[in-house]
């Protein structure tokens, strides 16, 4: 249970406290004058201390609680001797039956074990000693969920948007609404997925719907409590059609590709050592396909076993296999379609190995060491 017990003074708020002041005199009265008065000042010097309310800060406010929580309110006061505590809700006598109260020496104790919304109201504390007497004020309110929207429709549906309008609900709770929670499911899954939460007015626009899907759409209420227990549901579906598109057909002008042989990269001079297999490269672009000729000394060396000719994506290759001293030349490669030729030239120099080469066949053979021995053996020249 939540007591109230803080000793705090402040002002500016729904609870008041007021000041101790004489109790009203109903009007004149036959008795003497003198005898009454002098009762009254015997009785006010017999009092140790006034009468006064000590209102905790959180009471200064309304104090707000749900449906079915408990109240439990201590107030604070002093007043010697013991001053008379008395309760009232709106001006009128607690009902018994719902609140107790429990009056001590020094604090009074407001108790509801679940309270009700008709438990809301204006409560107020009255202390009287003698001819004086101190209020306080204390306004609580007693909330619940609101209920749902009265009507929700489907106004108007265009591409991937619809637009929605509800009217508030009827029962806002007993406080005010916060906001609405409106939410969309689709055929398909039927899962309920938020799209606005704590929106303020009673239309919006749910925009960023699936082509070709079925939507429904609900709306809580909420307030201070939570979202109310249910929601009001769209009738109709929203049906998010595909736009019919219309399509333009252009001509199509299809691009001439051909195009006459170019080399782009030409053949490169070279010189190479008696024995040894060299290759030639070189490459063309050219459409349709160009038929590839090599040439030596301007002399067609096609069929020619010495050598051998590729040609792959545009790269043209020539091998030569184990060139002599008169494999050397100028080498053409020439491309032709029917749009035209192009060729490209390279010159190719045969040199004779140097004398320090002449026994590597020997080496080959095996051991470097018995490779020497036999070279020496043969009776060749070193150095010429």
Request: glycine share 8%; hydrophobic share 35%.
């Amino acid at each position: 249970m939540e007591v109230a017990t803080a000793r705090e003074v402040a002002s500016g708020s729904h609870a008041q406290v007021d000041e101790m002041r004489p109790v009203d005199a109903e009007g004149p009265q036959a008795s003497p004058q003198r005898e009454v008065g002098g009762q009254s000042r015997q009785l006010q010097l017999a009092m140790e201390e006034h009468p006064k309310i000590w209102l905790p800060r959180a009471l200064r406010q309304t104090y707000i609680r749900k449906v079915g929580e408990t109240v439990n309110l201590l107030i604070p006061f002093q007043g010697k001797p013991k001053p008379q505590a008395t309760w009232t809700h709106n001006g009128c006598a607690l009902d018994a039956s719902r609140v107790s109260v429990r009056n001590g020496e020094q604090d009074s104790i407001l108790f509801i074990r679940e309270a009700q919304r008709a438990d809301s109201g204006r409560y107020q504390l009255r202390v009287q000693l003698g001819g004086l007497e101190a209020t306080a004020t204390i306004d609580i309110l007693v909330i619940e969920r609101p209920g749902p929207p009265r009507s929700i429709k489907l106004v108007d549906v265009w591409g991937s948007n619809a637009t929605l309008e509800w009217t508030p609900p009827q029962d806002t709770g007993n406080t005010a609404l916060l906001g609405y929670t409106v939410q969309k499911a689709d055929t398909k899954s039927g899962l309920w997925f938020t799209v606005l939460e704590h929106h303020h007015r009673t239309s919006c626009i749910v925009s960023d719907l699936v082509v070709g899907n079925s939507y429904a759409f609900r709306v809580f209420a909420e307030n201070q409590c939570g979202l109310s227990e249910t929601a009001a549901v769209t009738a109709d579906l929203a049906h998010i059609q595909k736009a019919a598109a219309v399509y333009k057909t252009k001509g199509f002008a299809q691009r001439d590709f051909s195009e006459a042989p170019k080399f782009t990269q030409p053949l490169a001079d070279c010189t190479t050592i008696t024995g040894y297999d060299t290759q030639l490269f070189c490459c063309v672009r050219a459409s349709p396909k160009p038929k590839i000729i090599w040439l030596k000394n301007k002399i067609d060396i096609q069929g020619n076993p010495k050598y051998r000719a590729l040609s792959h994506l545009g790269v043209c290759s020539l091998e030569i296999r184990k060139p002599g001293p008169f494999d050397g030349g100028i080498y053409t490669c020439k491309a032709i379609n029917a749009l035209g030729e192009a060729s490209v030239d390279c010159r190719v120099d045969v040199k004779a190995p140097p004398p320090f080469l002449s026994f590597a066949p020997f080496i080959q053979s095996g051991c470097p060491a018995h490779g020497m021995m036999a070279f020496m053996q043969s009776g060749s020249p070193l150095f010429s």
